[in-house]
């Protein structure tokens, strides 16, 4: 069984920054992409960044040149930094994962989801 646990969020005002991390944790094989995603209060999640096992990053127009994304694959984490927060960025943060597990021989991969982290800026 494989988990993510995110970390990181609360409540900053506008143009503040926040450090998200997200460590993978259980029968891992190996991590394909990660990636964080968001949803906000009456909106469907969105993606925000992402980044492949090999260090290729993508990310949402409305967060590029103020977020990055990084990842730590000897300790299975992700981060997303956040610069020059702003309130459209308040939503749940969540942390995405393709995880390959090997379990008697067999190979499977899956996609897993954190639990989210709240982020709150204030005007």
């Known amino acids: 069984q494989v988990q993510l646990v995110e970390s990181g969020g609360g409540l900053v005002q506008t143009g503040g920054s926040l450090r998200l991390s997200c460590a993978a944790s259980g029968n891992i094989f190996n991590i394909n992409t990660m990636g964080w995603y968001r949803q906000a209060p009456g909106k469907q999640r969105e993606v925000v960044a992402t980044i492949t096992s090999g260090g290729s990053t993508s990310y949402t127009d409305s967060v590029k040149g103020r977020f990055t994304i990084s990842r730590d694959n000897a300790k299975n984490t992700v981060y997303l930094q956040m610069n020059s927060l702003k309130p459209e960025d308040t939503a749940v943060y969540y942390c995405?994962?393709?995880?390959?597990?090997?379990?008697?021989?067999?190979?499977?991969?899956?996609?897993?989801w954190g639990q989210g982290t709240l982020v709150t800026v204030s005007s």
């Open positions: 995405n994962a393709d995880v390959a597990t090997l379990s008697m021989d067999i190979m499977r991969v899956l996609e897993i």
